[in-house]
Nanobody
């Protein structure tokens, strides 16, 4: 079972940037897709960005501010987050799926806090 380890979270002020990293223990070629989710307290986890062989997809709330990318040689997926807002404060999770439906591999999460 592959493992995903996130890093890069922290506390920043509104308008600043952070880059999250998700390192996979094995080759990310084995995954159909990789993505980033976030979890707000008291709410369901929501998708932030997804990357597949066909391209990238973003939640409307982050379009134009966040960029998902991957480095196949490093088995790592990134989430560049610019122009951060207080409402981006959440725990961010890296996820991967081997088919077209089930996100079956998750990281432990990393906290992102944006102060106003």
């Amino acid at each position: 079972q592959a493992q995903l380890v996130e890093s890069g979270g922290g506390l920043v002020q509104a308008g600043e940037s952070l880059r999250l990293s998700c390192a996979a223990s094995g080759s990310i070629f084995s995954f159909n897709a990789m993505g980033w989710y976030r979890h707000f307290p008291g709410k369901q986890r929501e998708v932030v960005a997804v990357i597949t062989n066909s391209g990238t997809h973003y939640a409307e709330s982050v379009k134009g501010r966040f960029t998902i990318s991957r480095d196949n040689a490093k088995n790592t997926v990134y989430l560049q987050m610019n122009s951060l807002k207080p409402e981006d404060t959440a725990v961010y999770y890296c996820a991967a799926r081997r088919d077209s439906v089930t996100w079956d591999t998750w990281g432990q999460g990393t906290q992102v806090t944006v102060s106003s």
